[in-house]
């Protein structure tokens, strides 16, 4: 009950914040979160690298930089808290033209159902307060609000994060990103599928189609070793979308502080190998 009370309160504040106050598309972590998270006491680390091997070649706002054959990524670190609680740290960076940037950090905060790998029906919430550098955004602190809605069962799951991007200040608005993904396990911890990712523009004056961002991406998950991965190429199916895309997520989440490594550990919050351990346990409702 205490976490179904804590649940309440940060979504109620979530649409508060909404009517005060968005963020720009970014590429640094393009992923479909799952209600997954980190044990009680676990670290866990991410490395997300996004390649646009075709892109806009004109900066989005004045001062920024376009994303044509730019890479783009970020460590994500992340300790689970309770079974229904995680906290995270972004370390968001572009490179192009032999140039690094780093666009400062993002400090995120999950909260799930608990134990949403062994479950049919799954939900959380995700915030994610970024401090933002000139060539990334309009605004320097920015909030994304992302609800996590799934199913699953033992070969198929579909997951929907309805995304609200808010960037504060006078060039801030609030913008609806929602992304989604369907996909299927074919054992042998391989997982194949869709993920898709849009920006339809600022809420209550959505973009015209042709200024909005849909993607298309072909993803697959597997293990490697003690690593999870996933990597995906991406179609843009819009003229303002990056038309082709290249991603990759390799995560690994250390051992539970007094436990016996047992390979079931799993990296927080991403699309990465999110029922494979369950499914031989059978789920629970």
């Not at 991007?165 to 929602?178: L, R, T, Y």
């Not at 992304?179 to 299927?184: E, G, P, Q, V």
């Amino acid at each position: 009950m205490k976490g179904n009370r804590s649940f309440t309160v940060v979504t109620s504040l979530a649409g508060a914040l909404v009517l005060l106050a968005s963020n720009a598309y970014a590429t640094d972590e393009i992923q479909v979160y799952n209600a997954g998270i980190a044990e009680i006491g676990q670290f866990t680390i991410q490395q997300h690298l996004n390649y646009v091997a075709l892109g806009q070649k004109d900066p989005p706002f004045p001062g920024g930089f376009p994303s044509n054959h730019s890479l783009n990524g970020t460590p994500e670190f992340a300790y689970g808290m309770t079974d229904w609680w995680e906290l995270g740290l972004y370390l968001p960076f572009a490179v192009q033209d032999r140039q690094f940037l780093s666009d400062a950090f993002k400090l995120r905060t999950l909260f799930v159902s608990p134990h949403a790998e062994q479950r049919n029906f799954f939900y959380g919430v995700n915030f994610e307060l970024s401090y933002e550098m000139p060539k990334f955004a309009q605004t320097r602190w920015g909030l994304e609000i992302r609800p996590i809605i799934g199913v699953r069962n033992a070969q198929y799951e579909f997951i929907v994060n309805p995304i609200v991007d808010i960037g504060f200040g006078s060039k801030g608005e609030a913008d609806f990103a929602p992304a989604a993904r369907l996909a299927r396990n074919f054992g042998n911890d391989v997982f194949a599928g869709f993920e898709y990712y849009a920006d339809f523009g600022e809420i209550g004056n959505f973009s015209k189609l042709a200024d909005q961002q849909h993607t298309l991406f072909a993803v697959t998950d597997f293990k490697a070793g003690v690593f999870d991965v996933n990597f995906g190429v991406g179609y843009g199916l819009t003229p303002a979308s990056d038309r082709f895309v290249v991603k990759t997520i390799i995560g690994y989440a250390f051992p539970v502080p007094g436990q016996k490594a047992d390979g079931n550990t799993r990296t927080s919050s991403g699309p990465v190998n999110p029922f494979i351990h369950a499914a031989a346990r059978g789920f629970q409702p």
